[in-house]
Each structure stands twice: as C-alpha cells, then as structure tokens.
C-alpha cells in the first residue's frame, strides 16, 4: 500500500475480501488502508464505504472476537500476531526471527494464549482456529 500511496496524495484505499479472516481488518489498518469491507455485503454498503472515504473519512467493521471455548481476556495484538504465524506453521524460531523477539518471548506469548483460551496444547489452538475459519494459513 505503501507503494500506492507514493503514486499519488489523493489515492485512497479500500480493501474487500470475501473471507472473514479476523486478522485482516487490523492488518489492513496497520497497511495504511482507509477502508474495508467484505464481499459479502451489498452494494450499497460498499458505496457507503466508498462515499465516506473519499469524504475523508475511514470506514472499517467492527472488529470481531474469537468465541473461545474458554479464557478470561481477549488475545492481545502480539497473541494474534504470534498465532497467526502459528497457523502458518512456523516453528518458535521461525516467529521469533519474523517477529524481531526472542524464543523465549515467542514461548512466553504462547503461554498466555493457552491459559487465555483453556487449551493445553499451541497445535490444538492453532488448528482450532484454522478448522473454524478465524485464521486463514495462506495469507
């Protein structure tokens, strides 16, 4: 997006897609984008997020909450961050190198995921959340 904005100051961005991955509303915030909305929805809904944007506005869903089985808070950023390269298959060291943080922090986060969400194994959250559809590994 970055490369986009460059071309030109009046450019604005909405990102669309048609999965509901819960990642992608924040990671598209953090891209710089100035709205999004799902393919899902209908035409008018788009044009009102279209509208809105070119009026300087931003447009973005609400964002949404993992319905965990168990757990006493939500994930933090850096838990979904650290989650979503879990379903991604990445080792510990793999996350740790992505994400510029120790291993020990990797394992650290992983921990609070699984006290936070009553699972007893990282694997089993991780595929829980791909099989559920709220992480989509590809992207």
């Known amino acids: 997006m970055e490369d986009i904005r460059k ?3 009046g450019i604005k961005i909405i990102v669309m897609t048609a999965f509901d991955e819960i990642t992608y509303i924040p990671r598209a915030k953090a891209a710089g ?3 999004f909305i799902y393919k ?3 035409l008018n809904d788009f044009l009102e997020v279209a ?3 070119m009026a300087g506005d931003s447009r973005f869903p609400e964002p949404k909450t993992i319905p965990l089985p168990q757990g006493e ?3 933090t950023d850096r838990e979904m961050e650290v989650l979503r390269l879990m379903c991604k298959h990445m080792t510990t060291k793999e996350i740790a190198r992505e994400l510029f943080i120790s291993e020990n922090t990797v394992k650290y986060h992983k921990m609070n995921m699984l006290g936070k969400t009553g699972f007893s194994k990282a694997v089993d959250l ?3 959340m791909i099989s559920n559809g ?3 590994p590809l992207y």
């Open 40 to 42: 899902s929805r209908s």
């Open 134 to 136: 709220w992480i989509n």
């Open 73 to 75: 808070a939500p994930l």
């Open 126 to 128: 991780a595929f829980y």
């Open 33 to 35: 984008a100035n709205g």
């Open 7 to 9: 071309a030109g100051e």
């Open 51 to 53: 509208r809105a944007v």
